[in-house]
């Protein structure tokens, strides 16, 4: 009988001690997670994962096509996820091309050079756009 109590206690004792440790593992884990999300949401580090990833991977690719000379941000809605943002992209020759992701954009979801083709195809058909929009206006006289 005594044998039988001790046995008992020392099962007791056991499963305590493993659901302290799961508590506690869970805990330090969630702990973890929101420390992690404060630092990462805190600052633009550059890295192409985490709160700005997307943003990042983005703009790389863009400074990685010869014709673009510079990048400006325009907007961004920072919320719980990067949802939406605006760029502002200058070409060499001097001009500027705005480009907005929404957060739903197919784009966003590529990468390497399949991010950097489809990213080249837009900055081309937003400058026909400008063109056909810069024509189609009447000129103004800035005197």
């Known amino acids: 009988m005594f044998d039988e109590d001790v046995q008992t206690s020392a099962m007791k004792y056991k499963i305590n001690k493993n659901l302290l440790l799961s508590i506690t593992l869970i805990i330090l884990t969630v702990i973890g997670y929101v420390l992690f999300y404060r630092w990462d949401i805190a600052k633009n580090r550059g890295y192409e994962f985490g709160y700005y990833g997307v943003f ?30 605006g760029l502002d992209v ?26 950097r083709t489809a990213l080249e195809g837009l900055l081309k058909a937003q400058e026909i756009n400008s063109n056909s929009e810069q024509k189609d206006s009447p000129p103004t006289n800035n005197k």
């Open 90 to 115: 200058i070409l060499k020759d001097e001009r500027t091309i705005k480009l907005f992701f929404q957060e739903r954009d197919p784009i966003r979801s590529l990468s390497g050079q399949k991010l």
């Open 56 to 85: 990042n991977r983005i703009v790389h690719s863009l400074e990685s096509i010869p014709d673009v000379s510079g990048i400006t941000t325009t907007a961004m809605n920072i919320d719980i996820s990067l949802e939406e943002f």
